[in-house]
């Protein structure tokens, strides 16, 4: 059964971090690109950031270029999700991605004062 489970999402003050984990489990996660999506409070689910199958290709929108960094182990079948200097418009939630075809179910990530 593939699972994708999401965690590490809070409340966070403006300008403050938050690293986001995926553990998945019930395919091959060596062989899958992965990407984070976000979906905010009435809006439409949107892309955030790509990684290759072994890590080395990252793509990012322009919207968190800078400020967040992707990466994965695949020892340990996990995506990561590195946020920096977020801003309440990163307010969302984060949905883990693999190949486009499985999903979790999001953590929540609110940026706040």
């Known amino acids: 059964q593939v699972q994708l489970v999401e965690s590490g999402g809070g409340l966070v003050q403006p300008g403050g971090s938050l690293r986001l984990s995926c553990a998945t489990s019930?395919?091959?996660?060596?062989?899958?690109?992965m990407n984070w999506y976000r979906q905010a409070p009435g809006k439409e689910r949107e892309f955030v950031t790509a990684?290759?199958?072994?890590?080395?290709?990252?793509y990012y929108a322009d919207s968190v270029k800078g400020r967040f960094t992707i990466s994965r182990d695949n020892a340990k079948n996990t995506l990561y999700l590195q946020m920096n200097t977020l801003k309440p418009e990163d307010t969302a939630v984060y949905y883990c991605?693999?190949?486009?075809?499985?999903w979790g179910k999001g953590t929540l990530v609110t940026v706040s004062s």
């Open positions: 990684i290759s199958t072994g890590g080395t290709t990252t």
């Open positions: 991605n693999a190949g486009s075809l499985y």
């Open positions: 019930g395919f091959t996660f060596s062989n899958y690109g």
